[in-house]
């Protein structure tokens, strides 16, 4: 087999891979031999040495081998096989559940047996449980040169099958005259101290006896230290070609008419604070181009992100074309709804509500008024986008609290909206500060900006850390702060994933506290309501018909309610601290003074304690973010279960993030004297996944 690039071959190529291995490898991600290079072991397992029998440890997987000097099956209990074996220095029990007459047969006294697997204490001492064993006429057969790799499997493809496709792969590709094209740049490799691409891999598959399993799980060996660098560095690449492409696109360019834009700021009821202004200008800088803007806003919650948006939506009508904003829950959207109606009740300009709930007639009005372009400014949730919506003449598209939405659901919106080959203008809202480095892989696809200025006259929110022991003190609490016409709310966190249960937490803690304090009217709402239910509770709330609102953590987001200015948070060890701080965001929104009690479950650790005790020192929400990152780790503030999130063959984020520093200078050197490298990175790493590639 002689291929010019036979990296590129499809795992056809090799032998013992047919058509119907091949299709099941393509559940791994894998299509060519490169992809088998690139598919790394989980694990190793050391059989490059016998572990002498009296040397074993409960805990250790070894290799180990001895003569047997008995076999026995065992009745009692659970049918089993015993056989014991002994080298010069002690005996071990080896035990199978499974088993065959023939098997047990072949373990007669004096047969030299190799078995791999755990050691674990039994009922007779040290014991070894369903090895994988072998029978050999010396134990020097055993013996292997290399650690042995362990690859993540997909049903139909067995271990040993694998480790014989990939050892063909790496033959076949790392030949010296044949081998594949190592991208990095030799400065950058000689720069950190890396290995070629070539070394890098016979390493991570055959490693050399001396290193052992847990270097390299430590993620401190060069060779792969080195392919975690290139797949950051393929993924940040990704992105920012990603931003290039879409840049690459025409987009309407629109006009600031500074009299219109005086005649609405003079209609809010506030002034914009600086930080306001300048990202307004940011804005209005970008749009007057004629390829889209994609800019990123971030800012803390209460921060009034939603008026710089209508600004930026200001710009797109007067200049003739349509705005559309996406809020993620129905509560957000129906609020930026009354917002816009407001501010824009003088402009002319037609606001409208498309939410999948709306059916039947409306929704057709909705969408005629759209298509034909006599409305202008469309809110809604995502459904503004899944369904069939055309619009007359899109200009600018606001995605609100965009750390709901993941990285790829994200680029798939770009290809929305696009007409008569103009494209348009991207805004998109966040409240989450997202660490410097993580910012690296979330967002290089955006620009930047950021409202680090609260609007004026805010006071913090006083924060406390309460034991749940002290919880009757606390409820009595709050009938107090409700006989001064303040209003409160409850919430309650979640409960192991389960929003069943979590919901169920809430109707209790609901009736709980409507029986215990008759004086207040308490309202409720859960993830499980109807829209039309959740929308009553919270019009009630915000009318002040109703005092106390117990509430999951779908409040999480957005909702404004001035007068409610304390917030127990039942649980808070269960959230992260970013989490946290947005749901006390929905509090300290008017000018008194406001409260945030989170009320733990006694007992709570002392790291436990002294982590929500952040949240009492600081109302800064990027300090809290690298706090949380720092205690968390980047797996988790990233939402690893959240869907859409970036998947990475072999990144490890808990263990690797360190190495995301070096990204940024690294796609710099790329882009500017080796911007060949780039696709071939891209296509090595994301390839097949496609989702960075469509944009
Ligand atoms: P977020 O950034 O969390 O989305 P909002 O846009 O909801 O914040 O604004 C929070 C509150 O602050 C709203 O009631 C809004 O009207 C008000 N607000 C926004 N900007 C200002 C400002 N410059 N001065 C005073 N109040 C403001
Ligand atoms: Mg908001």
């Not at 002498?52 to 659970?78: K, N, Y």
């Not at 349509?322 to 993620?328: D, E, G, K, S």
């Not at 947005?582 to 009320?599: A, F, K, P, T």
Request: aromatic share 6%.
């Amino acid at each position: 087999m002689n291929h010019p690039e036979p990296h590129k071959q499809p795992v056809t190529a090799l032998t013992g891979i047919g058509p119907q291995s091949a299709a099941r490898l393509e559940k791994l991600g894998i299509h060519t031999l490169q992809d088998l290079l690139f598919h790394l072991p989980l694990r190793y397992q050391d059989r490059s040495r016998i572990v002498p029998i009296s040397h074993l440890l409960p805990g250790m997987t070894t290799l180990v081998c001895g003569t047997v000097e008995f076999t026995d099956s065992i009745q009692r209990g659970r049918p089993s096989v015993i056989c014991r074996i002994a080298d010069d220095s002690g005996s071990l029990s080896i035990r199978f559940f499974h088993f065959t007459v023939q098997q047990s047969q072949q373990l007669k006294p004096g047969t030299l047996l190799g078995c791999f697997g755990e050691i674990r204490y039994g009922y007779n001492g040290l014991e070894m449980v369903h090895p994988e064993y072998k029978i050999v006429a010396a134990a020097e057969q055993l013996l292997e040169a290399t650690l042995t790799p362990v690859y993540p499997l997909t049903e139909g493809i067995s271990q040993s099958a694998l480790r014989k496709a990939i050892k063909q792969a790496l033959t076949l590709c790392l030949a010296s005259d044949s081998a594949i094209t190592d991208w990095l740049p030799a400065n950058l490799l000689t720069e950190h101290g890396y290995p070629s691409l070539n070394d890098a891999l016979q390493t991570l598959h055959n490693p050399p006896p001396h290193l052992s399993a847990e270097i390299i799980n430590g993620g401190s060996l060069p060779a792969l230290k080195r392919l975690v660098f290139e797949e950051f560095l393929a993924h940040h690449l990704a992105l920012l070609q990603g931003k290039l492409a879409y840049k690459s696109w025409q987009s309407p360019v629109f006009d600031i008419n500074q009299a219109v834009k005086q005649a609405f700021l003079e209609g809010l009821p506030f002034q914009l604070t600086a930080a306001q202004q300048r990202v307004t200008t940011e804005i209005e800088s970008d749009c007057r181009l004629a390829q889209p803007m994609l800019r990123l806003v971030q800012g803390d919650v209460g921060s009034g992100k939603t008026v710089v948006a209508a600004l930026a939506s200001l710009l797109a009508l007067n200049s003739g074309y349509q705005v559309a904003i996406m809020a993620p829950t129905e509560l957000l959207a129906e609020q930026h709804f009354r917002n816009f109606s407001l501010w824009f009740a003088e402009t002319g300009h037609q606001v409208l509500f498309l939410t999948g709930q709306l059916k039947g007639k409306s929704r057709q009005a909705t969408l005629d008024a759209l298509a034909d372009g006599s409305a202008n400014i469309v809110i809604g949730t995502h459904a503004l986008f899944q369904e069939s919506v055309h619009f007359h003449k899109l200009g600018l598209i606001v995605i609100d609290e965009q750390h709901r939405f993941g990285v790829h659901q994200r680029l798939a919106l770009r290809e929305k909206g696009q007409h008569g080959g103009l494209r348009p203008h991207q805004l998109i809202m966040t409240a989450t500060p997202i660490p410097r480095t993580l910012a690296m892989l979330q967002y290089s696809d955006l620009d930047i900006s950021i409202i680090d200025e609260l609007p004026p006259g805010r006071k913090p929110i006083a924060t406390s850390v309460i034991s749940s022991e002290r919880r009757e003190e606390v409820i009595g609490r709050i009938e107090h702060w409700v006989a001064q016409q303040r209003q409160a709310y409850w919430v309650c966190t979640l409960i192991e994933e389960s929003e069943v249960l979590q919901c169920e937490a809430a109707e209790k803690t609901a009736a709980y506290l409507c029986q215990t304090l008759p004086n207040v009217r308490v309202g409720l709402v859960h993830g499980r309501m109807k829209a039309a239910e959740k929308d009553a509770v919270m019009h009630a709330f915000k009318n002040r018909d109703c005092d106390l609102l117990v509430a999951t953590t779908v409040i999480e987001v957005g909702v404004d309610v001035p007068n409610a200015g304390l917030m127990i948070i039942e649980n808070p060890e269960r959230l992260g601290l970013s989490q946290l701080h947005q749901l006390r965001g929905r509090v300290g929104r008017g000018n008194q003074d406001s409260y945030c009690l989170l009320l733990y479950q006694a007992p709570l650790s002392q790291a436990g304690k002294q982590r929500l005790a952040i949240l009492k020192e600081s109302n800064d929400g990027f300090v809290i973010a690298e706090k949380d990152l720092e205690l968390r780790g980047p797996g988790e503030v990233m939402g690893t279960r959240q869907t859409g999130q970036i998947q990475f063959k072999i990144a490890d984020l808990e263990r690797d993030s360190g190495l995301l520093e070096l990204i940024p200078a690294a796609a710099q050197l790329i882009h500017r004297h080796h911007p060949d490298a780039i696709q071939p990175l891209i296509q090595r790493w994301i390839g097949h996944s496609r989702h960075y590639a469509e944009v």
